[in-house]
Every structure is written in structure tokens, then in C-alpha cells.
């Protein structure tokens, strides 16, 4: 079992920077965030393995930043230049099993977090 607790949401302007924080009760080779916003489904947003290895969402290309401090056990995204479609539940998952790669599908993660809203004003 994994236990995850994000932290760090908040309501920013449009243009604005947030990092959210996820504490997790151990460490996992495959981690990442994903998001919900209302009405539609959950997509990955930023997948990240224990060897550094990472991969983003096609929409916060170049915005966001996934990083991992595995003393810590704590996950970290720092989002840059906020858009309001940014608007969303954001919630961090680990991997019971190992990856090739930083997946960001859904299915492949069976531990996750409580969430933390993030809403973007325009």
C-alpha cells in the first residue's frame, strides 16, 4: 500500500505559478500527476521514473516541471504560466508495478491521492 497526500492547490490568475506537492508514504519506480476537470475525464499530466525519466502531457509542454525527491518521498509539479483551461482536480498517483517508460495513462497506476483543486482565473 501507498499512502499519497498532495498539498499546494490553490486559485492563481491566468499567467501565474503554482507547485503542488505530493507526500507519499513510500517511494514507487513510476509516478506522475493527473487531473480532472469537471465534466470531463482523467488525464495524465506528468509521469516521472526513479531514473529521472520523464514525460508530459502534450498540453503543459514546456509549463510544467515533474521532479522527485526520493529521500524525501515527496512528489513535486511546478506549473508555469497558468491558463485557465489549467482549471482542474489535480491528483498524484504511484505504480505498484515498473514501467519502461513515464506513463501517464490512467490504467497503469493503482495508488492515488485525495486531490488538490487548482483553478485558474482568466
Known amino acids: 500500500q501507498v499512502q499519497l497526500v498532495e498539498s499546494g492547490g490553490g486559485s492563481v490568475p491566468a499567467g501565474g505559478s503554482l507547485t503542488l506537492s505530493c507526500a507519499a508514504s513510500r517511494n514507487t519506480y513510476n509516478m506522475g500527476w493527473f487531473r480532472q476537470a469537471a465534466g470531463k475525464e482523467r488525464e495524465g499530466v506528468a509521469g516521472i521514473r526513479s531514473d529521472g525519466r520523464t514525460a508530459y502531457g502534450d498540453s503543459v509542454k514546456g509549463r510544467f516541471t515533474i521532479s522527485r525527491d526520493n529521500a524525501k518521498k515527496t512528489l513535486y509539479l511546478q506549473m508555469n504560466v497558468l491558463r485557465p483551461e489549467d482549471t482542474a482536480m489535480y491528483y498524484c498517483?504511484?505504480?505498484?508495478?515498473?514501467?519502461?517508460?513515464?506513463?501517464?495513462?490512467?490504467?497503469?497506476?493503482?495508488?492515488w491521492g485525495q486531490g488538490t483543486q487548482v483553478t485558474v482565473s482568466s
Open positions: 498517483a504511484a505504480a505498484s508495478r515498473i514501467y519502461a517508460t513515464a506513463t501517464l495513462a490512467v490504467a497503469d497506476y493503482n495508488y
